[in-house]
């Protein structure tokens, strides 16, 4: 890196404003400094999240405060300093209370048992007196700094609470709710005697057994969850809804999405293809019986008897399940069901901007018969494992370098291995 050069005397201000500034850049751009700084950019071009880099590099506060203006906030702004002051204290607390290995937290929402041997750790006190943030970005900065690690592992939960802060899909939660729910309600009903029905009055109907509904995850859950993933944005979160259809037979699950397309409940333009999954029933082999027995029927046939027809047909399960992820325990090759990823276009009225604003918001459609949906139940000791491999997994990534000083003083600990996401699963993955 070069300098220009200047044609003024020695002694003149321009000439020593330069010399001085290239004696601080040489003071930072040491040859160890040089490499890590370009590391920062090799981490970049291999697409290595934020959340898994070792360190940042800022030199003094004026850096810091460049820094938290290209990320967003106006450091010049009280407002802003104080919504950031909030988060801080939000992630050094989440950290505290569901992170750091205490047999003595009691925790609510994230349960934590500790291993006997599980090390525990302390945030230093340090912390709970800090009021300007930009001393948090310096101790990130500086390895050799005792505070170091620990200002890296609270930046972490800071970057993820900034992602559900400021997302459309967190911050129009409600409206985006109420509108997927208005159109679901719309066509589910019980009749006199109690049953349950899937369809508009007028139109088509099928009788199903249960109608379920999930509904936003705690704020601690989805940091949690989004710490254990790549992206670590807040619009990977595709089960923040989660809506499950119970149906009396297998069969019903496929005539359960008919009815969903011709209502215009859901639009299969809107459907995610890559998160899609079905390990229920083995599409092709169930069309082409059902094909064989049309063929069979009257040229001239009624939707009810179509639905009749599918009733009679054995269902097989698929022999490949696509999103197979042995982390999941619902996508295990026991667990049966269809998932769809739906992802409608929400308009709301922005009253800030005076218009109204569209956004696309996720959510998950489960279908499954009530004799899986029963056997899957059966397995919720492995959706409890399942939960506590995800904390442990949060912990490690957040507090890896930390966890290692108890056993390794090296002040540059090798960088954890990024973590692999699979499908959320509505109504159990939460």
Request: include cysteine; hydrophobic fraction near 40%.
């Amino acid at each position: 890196m070069s300098l220009p050069s200047s044609s003024s005397s020695a002694t003149s201000p321009d000439h020593a404003a330069n010399h001085s500034a290239e004696t601080e850049l040489a003071a930072y751009f040491t040859y160890d400094t040089l490499r890590l700084e370009l590391d920062s950019i090799e981490s970049a071009l291999q697409g290595i999240s934020t959340i898994d880099r070792k360190r940042l590099f800022i030199h003094h506060n004026d850096e810091a405060e460049a820094f938290i203006e290209n990320y967003g906030y106006n450091w010049s702004e009280e407002q802003d300093r104080t919504e950031l002051l909030a988060i801080f204290h939000e992630a050094c607390t989440f950290i505290n209370d569901h992170l750091i290995p205490n047999p003595d937290t009691l925790v609510k929402e994230i349960t934590s048992p500790m291993a006997p041997d599980e090390p525990v750790l302390r945030m230093p006190e340090a912390f709970a007196d800090l009021a300007d943030l930009r001393q948090l970005l310096l101790w990130a900065s500086d390895v050799q700094h005792p505070h170091s690690r620990w200002a890296c592992a609270v930046l972490k939960v800071i970057h993820t609470i900034c992602h559900i802060d400021n997302t459309l899909v967190y911050k129009f939660y409600d409206r985006a709710k109420q509108h997927i729910f208005s159109h679901y309600q719309s066509v589910i009903r019980r009749d006199e005697a109690g049953r349950l029905w899937l369809g508009p009055e007028d139109g088509l109907n099928l009788n199903i057994a249960d109608f379920e509904v999930k509904d936003k995850k705690s704020r601690n859950s989805m940091i949690l969850k989004l710490l254990c993933k790549k992206e670590n944005v807040a619009e990977m979160l595709f089960d923040l809804i989660g809506i499950r259809i119970i149906t009396h037979t297998a069969a019903d699950t496929l005539l359960a999405l008919e009815v969903l397309r011709r209502a215009n409940v859901i639009l299969f333009t809107n459907v995610l293809p890559n998160r899609s999954r079905n390990s229920l029933v083995d599409y092709h082999a169930f069309k082409a019986q059902l094909e064989q027995r049309l063929a069979a029927e009257p040229q001239a046939i009624t939707l009810d008897r179509v639905f009749e027809l599918f009733k009679t047909i054995p269902v097989q399960y698929p022999e490949n399940v696509d999103g197979f992820n042995p982390d999941n325990p619902d996508s295990l090759s026991d667990y049966r069901a269809i998932h769809i990823t739906e992802r409608p276009l929400i308009r709301v009225k922005s009253e800030e901007l005076g218009r109204a604003i569209r956004f696309y918001f996720p959510y998950e459609l489960q279908l499954v018969d009530l004799a899986h949906h029963q056997e899957n139940l059966s397995g919720q000791s492995a959706h409890a494992r399942y939960k506590q491999n995800k904390l442990r997994q949060a912990r490690k990534r957040v507090l890896g370098p930390l966890l290692k000083t108890l056993t390794n003083p090296s002040p540059n600990p090798e960088p954890e291995p990024e973590p692999t996401d699979g499908p959320a699963i509505a109504g159990a993955s939460s």
